[in-house]
């Protein structure tokens, strides 16, 4: 179980670093106030309305809006230079408090079939006339 997770949150954080560096675009294009078309790979498809037949006072109806999310381009790295006691005290307790949450405890199993149940003096129901229905 232990190494599964290992696998796993290694997996989970090497794919963070990658999709960290990556740059994407996202176009999209407006014909008023409706969304017509939105785009991750290339360009947006227009409406399909030719700018040129249409009328001076409706010639800003359709726009198209770019987002350019960029990515890291370097990673950066720190230097055993500045690795200080305070970070390696941290480091230290997490290490021990990380091992201690996987620690299988083994319980020994104690079996009773070999003793019979305590003696009943009285009937407890019967005297108090208390019955479960």
């Known amino acids: ?5 290992s696998k796993i949150s290694s997996i989970l954080l090497a794919l963070l670093v990658l ?4 740059s994407f675009t996202v176009e999209k294009h407006y014909c008023g106030e409706f969304l017509m078309d939105v785009s991750f ?7 399909g309305m030719d700018m040129e037949k249409i009328s001076a006072k409706k010639r ?4 198209d809006e770019v ?3 960029e990515g890291q381009d370097e990673l950066q790295q720190t230097s055993v230079d500045e690795f200080d006691f305070s970070k390696q005290q941290f480091l230290a307790s997490f290490y021990i408090t990380y091992n201690d949450l996987f620690i299988e405890i083994q319980s020994k199993e104690i079996n009773y079939k070999d003793f019979s149940p305590p003696e009943i ?3 407890y129901q019967v005297l108090h006339q208390s019955f479960l229905i």
């Open 19 to 22: 999709f960290s560096t990556f």
């Open 121 to 123: 003096l009285k009937d």
């Open 60 to 63: 800003g109806c359709c726009k």
């Open 41 to 47: 790979i290339g360009d947006a498809v227009d409406c």
């Open 1 to 5: 179980m232990k190494h599964s997770i």
């Open 67 to 69: 987002h350019h999310i």
